[in-house]
T-cell receptor
Framework: SQKIEQNSEALNIQEGKTATLTCNYT??????LQWYRQDPGRGPVFLLL?????KEKRKERLKVTFDTTLKQSLFHITASQPADSATYLC????????????FGSGTRLSIRP | DAGVIQSPRHEVTEMGQEVTLRCKPI?????LFWYRQTMMRGLELLIY????????DSGMPEDRFSAKMPNASFSTLKIQPSEPRDSAVYFC?????????????FGPGTRLTVL
C-alpha cells in the first residue's frame, strides 16, 4: 500500500533562513500532491498543490517541487519568520475513483528569532 | 463567508452512546469531506460527497460510522455505538470543484472524547 513519510517530526531553524521540508512516498506516484499548514487546535489550511506533470510551484515565499523519479516533494519557505512556526502536512491524492487522500504525519517547524 | 462551520466544538460522551457531528460547508461548494485526526494515525479521509451524494466511503472505519448529506448546506457524521478508540478530532472540509482542482477549506474541528 502507498506510504508517505515526512522527513522529520520537528525542525528548528533561525529566522531569515530557508526552511526545507521533505515528503517521500513509496510505490506509484500520485496524480497530485498538496501541502497544508496546521496550527495547534485548528484545522489544516491549504498552501499549495502541485500536479505530477509539474516540477515546481511558487506562491510568495513558498516553493514546492515534485520529483516523480525520486518519489519526493520538497517544500521551501524562504526568509522564514517566527509566524511560520506550525506543523506542515503533505498529502497525496491518487485521484482514482476508489482512492483516498493520504496525509503524512507532519513536520513541526519552529522558527526562532 | 463564515467558512466551514462545525458543531459541537467539543463532545464528551460515554462508551455505547450515539454521537452526531454536524457540518455546514461554505455556500456554493459542491464537495464535502469528513476527516479524522489522531496522534497515532494522523489525518485520515473518511468519506466525501459531491452534490450531496457519497462518492467514496472507503475510509469509514466500521459500520458504526455513517454519514449523510441531506442538502447542500448540511452534513452529519454519526457514530453508534461509540467506543473509546473513536476519540479524535473530526474535521469537515469543503471545496468548490473537488479533488485535484482547488483547495479544501477545513472547519475548526470537533474534539470527541469517548470515556
Amino acid at each position: 500500500s502507498q506510504k508517505i513519510e515526512q522527513n522529520s517530526e520537528a525542525l528548528n531553524i533561525q529566522e531569515g533562513k530557508t526552511a526545507t521540508l521533505t515528503c517521500n512516498y513509496t510505490n506509484y506516484s500520485p496524480a497530485y500532491l498538496q501541502w497544508y499548514r496546521q496550527d495547534p487546535g485548528r484545522g489544516p489550511v491549504f498552501l499549495l498543490l502541485i500536479r505530477e506533470n509539474e516540477k515546481e510551484k511558487r506562491k510568495e515565499r513558498l516553493k514546492v517541487t515534485f520529483d516523480t523519479t525520486l518519489k519526493q516533494s520538497l517544500f521551501h519557505i524562504t526568509a522564514s519568520q517566527p509566524a511560520d512556526s506550525a506543523t506542515y502536512l503533505c498529502a497525496l491524492d491518487m485521484s482514482s475513483s476508489a482512492s483516498k487522500i493520504i496525509f503524512g504525519s507532519g513536520t513541526r517547524l519552529s522558527i526562532r528569532p | 463567508d463564515a467558512g466551514v462551520i462545525q458543531s459541537p466544538r467539543h463532545e464528551v460522551t460515554e462508551m455505547g452512546q450515539e454521537v452526531t457531528l454536524r457540518c455546514k460547508p461554505i455556500s456554493g461548494h459542491d464537495y464535502l469531506f469528513w476527516y479524522r485526526q489522531t496522534m497515532m494515525r494522523g489525518l485520515e479521509l473518511l468519506i466525501y460527497f459531491n452534490n450531496n451524494v457519497p462518492i467514496d466511503d472507503s475510509g469509514m472505519p466500521e459500520d458504526r460510522f455513517s454519514a449523510k448529506m441531506p442538502n447542500a448546506s448540511f452534513s452529519t457524521l454519526k457514530i453508534q455505538p461509540s467506543e473509546p478508540r473513536d476519540s479524535a478530532v473530526y474535521f469537515c472540509a469543503s471545496s468548490l470543484h473537488g479533488r485535484g482542482v482547488d483547495e479544501q477549506f477545513f472547519g475548526p474541528g470537533t474534539r470527541l472524547t469517548v470515556l
